[in-house]
Nanobody, 123 residues
Framework: QVQLVESGGGLVQAGGSLRLSCTAS????????MGWFRQAPGKEREFVAG????????LYADAVKGRFTISRENAKNTVYLQMNSLKPEDTAVYLC????????????????WGQGTQVTVSS
C-alpha cells in the first residue's frame, strides 16, 4: 500500500489561490492513478479532480472546472492541486487518494488515502 501525505492547506480569502501537494512513500507513484477529494462538515466526501498514471488524462468536478488544476511529477512522487479563484464553498478537508487501476479515478477504485489538509476560504 502507498502512504500519502497532503500539505499546502490553510486560510485564504475568497478569490485567492492555494496549491496542495500530495507526496507518496512506500510505492512508486507512477503506478497509480491519483485523485483529490474533499469533505466539508456534515457533507459527504466528494470527488474534486483525478489524473491517470502518466498524467495524460484529467477529470474535474463541475464545481471546480476552470478554477482547479491537477498535475503530477512522478519523479518527485508528488501530485498537486492548484486552486485558483477560491470560494467560501470550497472550504473542506482535502484528501488525496491512489488507485492501483492506473486509468480509474473514481472513489470506489481508491485503495489508499491520506489524512487530509484543511482548506478554509473566508468571504
Amino acid at each position: 500500500q502507498v502512504q500519502l501525505v497532503e500539505s499546502g492547506g490553510g486560510l485564504v480569502q475568497a478569490g485567492g489561490s492555494l496549491r496542495l501537494s500530495c507526496t507518496a512513500s512506500g510505492r512508486t507513484l507512477s503506478n497509480y492513478a491519483m485523485g483529490w477529494f474533499r469533505q466539508a462538515p456534515g457533507k459527504e466526501r466528494e470527488f474534486v479532480a483525478g489524473i491517470t498514471w502518466l498524467g495524460g488524462n484529467t477529470l474535474y468536478a463541475d464545481a471546480v472546472k476552470g478554477r482547479f488544476t491537477i498535475s503530477r511529477e512522478n519523479a518527485k512522487n508528488t501530485v498537486y492541486l492548484q486552486m485558483n479563484s477560491l470560494k467560501p464553498e470550497d472550504t473542506a478537508v482535502y484528501l488525496c487518494a491512489a488507485s492501483a487501476n492506473k486509468w480509474s479515478v473514481v472513489v470506489s477504485s481508491m485503495g489508499s488515502w491520506g489524512q487530509g489538509t484543511q482548506v478554509t476560504v473566508s468571504s
